[in-house]
C-alpha cells in the first residue's frame, strides 16, 4: 500500500525567513506528485506538479519554488517568507497512467508566518 | 479555462436529513470529475470520480451523476450522520496531462445531531 509522509507536521516561522517542506512516497515507483495551498478556509490551489526527477513544472508562483531531488521525494521552498505564505500545505501523488487523473492527498503542512 | 462551481458555500441539516450539494463545471472535451471529502485538519479524501455520462459514483451511501447536458455532478445523500461533517469539493480533470486538478470552492456540512 501507498503512503504519503509530509513534513514537519506544523510550522511557526518569521517573515523573511527561510522555509522547507517536504514530501515522502512510499509504496510507489515513478509516481506524479503535486503541491497545493490552502489558505484558511478556502479551496485548494495547485502550486508544482512533477512527473520525473529532476523536473518541476510551475502552476502558480507565490514567491515559493519545488524541487524533486528523488524519485519519491518532492520539496516546496523559499528564501523569504512572507505573511501570505501562512497556510496548509498539502503534497499528493497519482499514478502515472494516460487517463488516471486521481490524485491522493497526504496528510499536510500547517504553516504560520508571522 | 477549466472551472467548477459550488453553489452552497455551507450548509446545515440535521441528522437523517436529505443532502444535496450543487456543482456545475465548465470545461472542454469529456473531464473526469470527482468528490472529495475534507476533514479538519486533514488532507482531502477521495469520496469517488466517474468518467463517462451518466456514470453514478457511489461511496459511503453518497452519489453523484456524471451529466453532460446539463455540466452537473451534484452531490446527493439520503440519510445524513454526525460523522459526515466536513468540507466537501467537486473537481475535474480534464485529461489532456496537463496534471492539472480544478478544485470548487468547497462546501461545509455541518449535521446537528
Known amino acids: 500500500a501507498q503512503t504519503i509522509h509530509q513534513w514537519p507536521v506544523a510550522e511557526i516561522k518569521a517573515v523573511g525567513s527561510p522555509l522547507s517542506l517536504g514530501c515522502t512516497i512510499k509504496g510507489k515507483s515513478s509516481p506524479n506528485l503535486y503541491w497545493y495551498w490552502q489558505a484558511t478556509g478556502g479551496t485548494l490551489q495547485q502550486l508544482f506538479y512533477?512527473?520525473?526527477?529532476g523536473q518541476v513544472e510551475s502552476v502558480v508562483q507565490l514567491n515559493l519554488s519545488a524541487s524533486r531531488p528523488k524519485d519519491d521525494q518532492f520539496i516546496l521552498s523559499t528564501e523569504k517568507l512572507l505573511l501570505s505564505h501562512s497556510g496548509f500545505y498539502l503534497c499528493a501523488w497519482r499514478r502515472r497512467d494516460w487517463g488516471e487523473g486521481t490524485q491522493y492527498f497526504g496528510p499536510g503542512t500547517r504553516l504560520l508566518v508571522l | 479555462g477549466d472551472s467548477v462551481t459550488q453553489t452552497e458555500g455551507q450548509v446545515a441539516l440535521s441528522e437523517e436529513d436529505f443532502l444535496t450539494i450543487h456543482c456545475n463545471y465548465s470545461?472542454?472535451?469529456?473531464?473526469?470529475l470527482f468528490w472529495y471529502v475534507q476533514y479538519p485538519g486533514e488532507g482531502p479524501q477521495l469520496l469517488f470520480r466517474a468518467s463517462r455520462d451518466k456514470e453514478k459514483g457511489s461511496s459511503r451511501g453518497f452519489e453523484a451523476t456524471y451529466d453532460k447536458g446539463t455540466t452537473s455532478f451534484h452531490l446527493r445523500k439520503a440519510s445524513v450522520q454526525e460523522s459526515d461533517s466536513a468540507v466537501y469539493y467537486c473537481a475535474l480533470s480534464d485529461n489532456y496531462g496537463n496534471e492539472k486538478i480544478t478544485f470548487g470552492a468547497g462546501t461545509k456540512l455541518t449535521i446537528k445531531p
Open positions: 512533477s512527473i520525473t526527477v
Open positions: 470545461a472542454s472535451g469529456y473531464p473526469t
